[in-house]
């Protein structure tokens, strides 16, 4: 069973940064996508930043330029850089595994897919004025 558990979160003002870590344990298998969602007050769950085992990355429109999503090979630990945060940032954010490449995007890793996955409990990101 592989287990996730997000840490970094806190508060900072706007155009601050934070970095977030996933630290990951259990099986993984050989082909698989990790990343960062988040859920902003009153909306739905969102997509962040993804990377795959081929090492190919995608981003939220909203973070590009801003966020970098980055493993530690030697740990399989995952982080999140967080860089010029904006209020519009503010939220709970979670860590997230799912077998294979297949739709491995910020849009389609949500959805279990009938695979195996895991999701953190998520670690708070509060960015004030």
């Known amino acids: 069973e592989v287990r996730l558990a997000e840490s970094g979160g806190g508060s900072v003002q706007s155009g601050g940064s934070l970095r977030l870590s996933c630290e990951i344990s259990?099986?993984?298998?050989?082909?698989?996508?990790l990343g960062w969602f988040r859920q902003l007050p009153e909306k739905e769950r969102e997509g962040v930043a993804v990377l795959g085992t081929d090492g190919d990355t995608r981003y939220a429109t909203s973070v590009k330029g801003r966020f970098t999503i980055s493993r530690d090979s030697a740990t399989n630990n995952l982080f999140l850089q967080m860089n010029n945060l904006t209020p519009e940032d503010t939220g709970k954010y979670f860590c997230?595994?799912?077998?294979?490449?297949?739709?491995?995007?910020?849009?389609?890793?949500?959805?279990?897919?009938?695979?195996?996955?895991?999701w953190g409990p998520g670690t708070q990101v509060d960015v004030s004025s």
């Open positions: 259990g099986f993984l298998y050989s082909s698989y996508c």
């Open positions: 997230r595994w799912r077998v294979g490449l297949a739709g491995c995007t910020p849009e389609s890793l949500g959805p279990d897919r009938n695979l195996p996955n895991a």
